[in-house]
């Protein structure tokens, strides 16, 4: 490399090392980055330098590193404003440059229903089923039933939040971005008021993988990945046979099962080996995935043990009584003076309100964690349809992030072997999506967590009708808040929910409000 500068220091080439294995050299002039020469000579310059260095023998190829802005990324506005902020910590945009899922694989999502005319939903929706056997859980006056949408009686959001983070349509213009945004969703109800029980949930499963159920019917296409946000106290410390002889026949149909650890890592029982154990989380041949904060240390709540696999963004808080089915609150937690902690939960789709309007909101749980597992999955399964189970489950491991900061002191090394890499409170360490799917679509990609964008902005909405507005920037990876203020004249606001501007002139902006601030040119 020094020699190939030494060579073309007439255009003051400068070349920076390949910054991962099989990855490129980047090579610039110094002053590439001059604005002031116009557009049409710097392309001329770059092509110059192209050609020049096409002449080298030692040269395999040169391409060149267009710049490109955030419309590659999808223009959701909840992703636009940063509320999204766990796609980057996993490395999902890396991901998307080679697929954002294809709408041939299914991901069954079985959990407490879903609202089947949510718009960032119903693109991506297929027909699923009813396993709601107990007609006073239900709550839709009846038991199995071919309808898996969420009564309105029952008011709990934990399907279809946990849908959307898979696979909320991306692109569109409104709400969130899901982790595989073209792929299809199967919702099957098997939670309701009174939770679910655990022959409900294996009926469920069977159906999701086009088994032999009660219901005497088969969905058209079977699931590729099935989603599990749920879970109760394991008997004896073990998997029940009717569901692990239910896991073995699903996994060897090279159906992939992923399934939420448990909140239950500050409960009275834990110490600092392990939590008390959730089924199913505690069978084998699942993918159990504990969850982090946004600052990359483990959720106090999340279960922790030797069956944990891998660690996804779950959130700092979550509430028990909605783990198990009861119904959450219909409005958004208050926001705190810190953007860092106020959406340090995982926004998701809420049922559709009773005005008709898309509703979002913020939970915090493992629940929201294995979304994140299983709509990475539903990408790799995109990219390479023939993966088996275990590849799908080796991948996720060998390329898990390891830079995470524990509660707990963490073993001097974890070891390179796949299922050797074991630490009771991350597993294999934080969810890779972006080396993930190129390891599993055969090509290199750096190992490093994709840096957060600085662009979430919170406010003080308190009295819009001052002379300016005291704004403050945050990196999410940096709690340090770089305050400022802007006359009112120079901003303007867009209600996330309705994806629409905010008037000034109202005054004020009810404070349980998302909002995002964007600065005019």
């Given at each position: 490399?020094?020699?190939?500068?030494?060579?073309?220091?007439?255009?003051?080439?400068?070349?920076?090392?390949?910054?991962?294995?099989?990855?490129?050299?980047?090579?610039?002039?110094?002053?590439?980055?001059?604005?002031?020469?116009?557009?049409?000579?710097?392309?001329?310059?770059?092509?110059?330098?192209?050609?020049?260095?096409?002449?080298?023998?030692?040269?395999?190829?040169?391409?060149?590193?267009?710049?490109?802005?955030?419309?590659?990324?999808?223009?959701?506005?909840?992703?636009?404003?940063?509320?999204?902020?766990?796609?980057?910590?996993?490395?999902?945009?890396?991901?998307?440059?080679?697929?954002?899922?294809?709408?041939?694989?299914?991901?069954?999502?079985?959990?407490?229903?879903?609202?089947?005319?949510?718009?960032?939903?119903?693109?991506?929706?297929?027909?699923?089923?009813?396993?709601?056997?107990?007609?006073?859980?239900?709550?839709?006056?009846?038991?199995?039933?071919?309808?898996?949408?969420?009564?309105?009686?029952?008011?709990?959001?934990?399907?279809?939040?946990?849908?959307?983070?898979?696979?909320?349509?991306?692109?569109?213009?409104?709400?969130?971005?899901?982790?595989?945004?073209?792929?299809?969703?199967?919702?099957?109800?098997?939670?309701?008021?009174?939770?679910?029980?655990?022959?409900?949930?294996?009926?469920?499963?069977?159906?999701?993988?086009?088994?032999?159920?009660?219901?005497?019917?088969?969905?058209?296409?079977?699931?590729?990945?099935?989603?599990?946000?749920?879970?109760?106290?394991?008997?004896?410390?073990?998997?029940?046979?009717?569901?692990?002889?239910?896991?073995?026949?699903?996994?060897?149909?090279?159906?992939?099962?992923?399934?939420?650890?448990?909140?239950?890592?500050?409960?009275?029982?834990?110490?600092?080996?392990?939590?008390?154990?959730?089924?199913?989380?505690?069978?084998?041949?699942?993918?159990?995935?504990?969850?982090?904060?946004?600052?990359?240390?483990?959720?106090?709540?999340?279960?922790?043990?030797?069956?944990?696999?891998?660690?996804?963004?779950?959130?700092?808080?979550?509430?028990?009584?909605?783990?198990?089915?009861?119904?959450?609150?219909?409005?958004?937690?208050?926001?705190?003076?810190?953007?860092?902690?106020?959406?340090?939960?995982?926004?998701?789709?809420?049922?559709?309100?009773?005005?008709?309007?898309?509703?979002?909101?913020?939970?915090?749980?493992?629940?929201?964690?294995?979304?994140?597992?299983?709509?990475?999955?539903?990408?790799?399964?995109?990219?390479?349809?023939?993966?088996?189970?275990?590849?799908?489950?080796?991948?996720l491991k060998k390329t898990a992030s390891h830079g995470l900061k524990e509660s707990e002191p963490r073993p001097e090394k974890l070891s390179d072997l796949m299922f050797?890499?074991?630490?009771?409170?991350?597993?294999?360490?934080?969810?890779?999506?972006?080396?993930?799917?190129?390891?599993?679509?055969?090509?290199?990609?750096?190992?490093?967590?994709?840096?957060?964008?600085?662009?979430?902005?919170?406010?003080?909405?308190?009295?819009?009708?001052?002379?300016?507005?005291?704004?403050?920037?945050?990196?999410?990876?940096?709690?340090?808040?770089?305050?400022?203020?802007?006359?009112?004249?120079?901003?303007?606001?867009?209600?996330?929910?309705?994806?629409?501007?905010?008037?000034?002139?109202?005054?004020?902006?009810?404070?349980?409000?998302?909002?995002?601030?964007?600065?005019?040119?």
């Amino acid at each position: 490399i020094k020699e190939l500068e030494r060579r073309h220091t007439d255009i003051g080439l400068i070349i920076q090392p390949p910054a991962y294995e099989d990855g490129p050299a980047i090579a610039h002039t110094q002053d590439y980055r001059n604005r002031e020469v116009p557009t049409e000579t710097g392309m001329a310059q770059t092509r110059k330098i192209k050609t020049t260095l096409e002449t080298e023998t030692r040269i395999q190829h040169v391409v060149l590193s267009q710049y490109v802005s955030e419309s590659a990324l999808p223009n959701d506005s909840l992703y636009k404003c940063g509320f999204q902020y766990a796609h980057n910590l996993i490395n999902l945009p890396r991901a998307w440059e080679i697929t954002t899922g294809s709408p041939a694989i299914i991901v069954a999502v079985i959990d407490t229903g879903i609202d089947m005319n949510h718009p960032d939903l119903k693109d991506n929706l297929i027909p699923g089923y009813d396993f709601v056997s107990d007609p006073d859980s239900a709550l839709d006056g009846d038991g199995d039933d071919p309808d898996p949408t969420t009564p309105p009686l029952f008011g709990n959001f934990h399907g279809t939040h946990v849908a959307g983070i898979i696979g909320a349509k991306g692109n569109n213009g409104i709400g969130i971005a899901g982790v595989a945004w073209n792929v299809k969703i199967m919702p099957i109800r098997v939670l309701g008021i009174n939770g679910g029980t655990s022959t409900d949930i294996v009926e469920g499963m069977r159906y999701a993988a086009g088994l032999p159920n009660r219901s005497n019917t088969l969905p058209p296409i079977a699931a590729h990945v099935i989603n599990m946000s749920l879970g109760g106290p394991a008997v004896d410390g073990q998997c029940d046979p009717e569901t692990a002889h239910a896991i073995y026949r699903i996994t060897s149909r090279g159906i992939t099962i992923v399934v939420a650890m448990g909140n239950d890592g500050d409960k009275p029982g834990a110490d600092k080996h392990s939590s008390p154990i959730s089924h199913p989380a505690v069978c084998d041949g699942v993918i159990a995935v504990g969850a982090i904060t946004d600052n990359l240390i483990k959720s106090g709540y999340s279960s922790f043990g030797k069956h944990i696999d891998l660690v996804a963004p779950g959130g700092t808080s979550a509430s028990r009584e909605n783990y198990y089915g009861f119904p959450f609150q219909d409005s958004i937690p208050k926001v705190p003076d810190s953007i860092h902690n106020s959406y340090a939960d995982i926004v998701s789709t809420f049922r559709v309100g009773a005005d008709g309007q898309a509703k979002y909101g913020w939970l915090g749980g493992t629940s929201m964690a294995a979304p994140y597992v299983s709509g990475t999955v539903a990408l790799m399964k995109s990219i390479s349809p023939n993966i088996s189970p275990f590849d799908i489950e080796q991948i996720l491991k060998k390329t898990a992030s390891h830079g995470l900061k524990e509660s707990e002191p963490r073993p001097e090394k974890l070891s390179d072997l796949m299922f050797n890499c074991y630490n009771q409170f991350i597993g294999c360490g934080l969810l890779n999506a972006g080396a993930a799917v190129a390891m599993a679509a055969g090509k290199s990609t750096p190992l490093t967590v994709s840096p957060t964008p600085i662009h979430s902005i919170a406010f003080n909405n308190s009295g819009l009708d001052k002379s300016d507005i005291p704004i403050q920037i945050f990196d999410m990876n940096d709690t340090t808040a770089r305050p400022f203020s802007v006359p009112v004249t120079n901003v303007r606001a867009v209600d996330l929910v309705t994806n629409s501007p905010i008037p000034w002139a109202s005054a004020t902006v009810h404070p349980l409000e998302k909002s995002c601030i964007q600065l005019e040119p």
